[in-house]
């Protein structure tokens, strides 16, 4: 494979590159279905720095000032991520009097069904007196924008995000601490000193919602808001498998052994740092289903029946109000797997 990308490359760099276009065009990129063309197309804008400055010329990007989002109102759907041309973006900031070089500071995010190469950009280095109302909309806080987002933005936005705070945060390398230089599209930094090269990192995490048959395990910790519960989180130790990172965690947060997991789905999660979410369900036997709790990790975990799952899954609101005094129960939003896996285990127990 790695061949076969030289091969193009070459070819390229002995053609003139008129335009993205060109690059779209090229045979080994056109000749598939439109998915794989995408992918090859990327995957040339990561290794061809020229190509990639050409495609910014007439990207689309998405915007941020110091790592919070650009959020329009979009009616009663709730908020968007809107995506503007790159001319737009030279417009606003020409209007600010500012230079359009910041443009060569966003990352590469994708290519849309549509034909867009997409590109984040974060203005945190302007001032940002009225730059929202330049560009119409909010700069708001990743945590605040993930429940107000609309469900189908939040992967392009966490994983811009998660990119453009990578660079932000891995200026220098860790072998010489002389400055890395990254390339056009932000996929690597590379330390010219000693010719180390960084990728974006991510660290794995297992999310295990237990079942005992009739019941499910959810916990909370003290930073959680209060009244929500979720299934139980935990990192990946170095050389661990997901499976043994599942048996691990059980054990450790609520004292359980359990006896089968299953893989269902994963998730880019950004905080506190980027973290690849892998989501399982796990079974114990309901003769050994007594938990410990592990106070240094939880502040609560207990088993719930199937009836009192559904109406936490009901409460679409964090709920304000207080019922007889007892804060009501709810459960993380359908934008995080947790919710997937706990709707998972309600729908298998209807069956
Ligand atoms: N979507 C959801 O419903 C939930 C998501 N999460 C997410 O899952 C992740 C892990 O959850 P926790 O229960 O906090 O993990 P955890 O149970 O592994 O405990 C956290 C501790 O693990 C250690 N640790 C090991 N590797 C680490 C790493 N790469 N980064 C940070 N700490 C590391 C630290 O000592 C830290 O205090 C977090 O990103 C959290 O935001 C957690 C709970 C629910
Ligand atoms: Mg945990």
């Known amino acids: ?26 045979p080994l990129v056109r000749c598939c279905s439109s998915y794989v063309s995408q992918m090859r ?4 804008l990561k290794e061809d720095d020229d190509a990639c400055s050409k495609a910014q010329a007439s990207g689309k990007f998405l915007l941020f000032h110091n790592l919070a989002p650009l959020l329009q109102k979009e009616g009663h759907e709730g908020y968007s991520a809107p995506l503007f041309a790159a001319a737009d973006v030279k417009g606003i900031l020409g209007k600010l009097g500012q230079s359009d070089n910041i443009l ?18 974060d203005l945190g280095i302007l001032e940002m007196n009225d730059l929202d109302h330049h560009f119409c909309g909010t700069f708001v806080e990743l945590r605040k924008a993930f429940f107000l987002l609309r469900r ?46 960084y990728y974006p990192q991510m660290a794995p995490v297992v999310i295990s919602l237990v079942s005992d048959g009739t019941r499910c395990l959810l916990a909370r910790q003290k930073s959680f808001p209060k009244g929500l519960y979720s299934a139980l989180a935990g990192f990946c130790d170095i050389g661990e498998t997901v499976e043994e990172t599942v048996r691990r965690e059980v054990a450790e947060e609520v004292g359980l052994e359990i006896e089968s997991l299953w893989y269902t789905g994963s998730q880019h999660w950004p905080f506190p740092n980027s973290s690849l979410m892998i989501a399982c369900h796990a079974s114990v036997s309901a003769e050994k289903s007594q938990i410990t709790i592990n106070d240094q990790e939880l ?3 207990r088993w719930f029946t199937a009836d009192e799952i559904k109406r936490a899954l009901e409460r679409k609101k964090l709920p304000r109000e207080q019922e007889a005094g007892v804060i009501p129960i709810w459960v993380p939003p359908r934008t995080a797997i947790a919710n997937q896996l706990i709707q998972e285990w309600i729908n298998k127990q209807s069956k």
Not at 41 to 44: H, I, N, S
Not at 180 to 193: H, L, P, W, Y
Request: aromatic share 10%.
């Open 41 to 44: 197309y990327l995957t040339v």
């Open 299 to 301: 502040e609560d975990a």
């Open 1 to 26: 494979m790695a061949l076969v990308w030289r091969k193009l490359l070459s070819t390229l760099n002995t053609q003139p590159l008129n335009s993205s276009l060109f690059l779209y065009g090229h």
């Open 104 to 121: 060569e500071t966003s990352v590469l995010i994708g290519y849309s069904q549509d034909s867009e190469t997409q590109f984040a950009l």
């Open 152 to 197: 189908q933005d939040i992967p392009l936005v966490f994983r811009s995000q998660a990119l453009l705070r990578w660079h932000q945060t891995h200026q220098y390398c860790s072998q010489s601490g002389k400055p890395t230089e990254r390339n056009r599209a932000g996929s690597q930094r590379i330390c010219k000193s000693n010719g180390n090269i």
